[in-house]
């Protein structure tokens, strides 16, 4: 599967971005899509994840601030990121694998990142 991340940019604290990932779809279902983040210098960090019902995931650095979505016609996934602050900032990358994976950075296919920089 191929995955494009999108939207990222420069914001100030307290703003609001969202990201977009264009896949290729998925003939044979998935189990999770999602986003994970790395920020220079840093290890991997899941941040929210959708499963193909419907439900989602966030881990706790991003609950309440982030919501993911998918718009399934249109075989794309959405980071909507609200309240950003300045520790949010790293490149996103929007990935497939199960939820739990996703959420601790692991992921099976992931897309080019897209970055996000929050100013304080």
């Known amino acids: 599967v191929q995955l494009q991340a999108s939207g990222g940019g420069l914001v100030q604290a307290g703003g609001s971005l969202r990201l977009s990932c264009r896949h290729s779809g998925f003939p044979t279902g998935y189990s999770g899509l999602g986003w994970f983040r790395q920020a220079l210098g840093k290890s991997r960090e899941g941040v929210a994840c959708?499963?193909?019902?419907?439900?989602?995931r966030y881990r706790d650095p991003v609950k309440g601030r982030f919501t993911v979505s998918e718009d399934i016609p249109k075989n794309t996934l959405y980071l909507q990121m609200d309240n950003l602050k300045p520790e949010d900032t790293a490149k996103y990358y929007c990935a497939t694998a199960s939820c739990s994976l996703i959420l601790l950075g692991v992921a099976e296919s992931w897309g080019q990142g897209t970055q996000v920089t929050v100013s304080s």
């Open positions: 959708i499963t193909s019902d419907g439900s989602t």
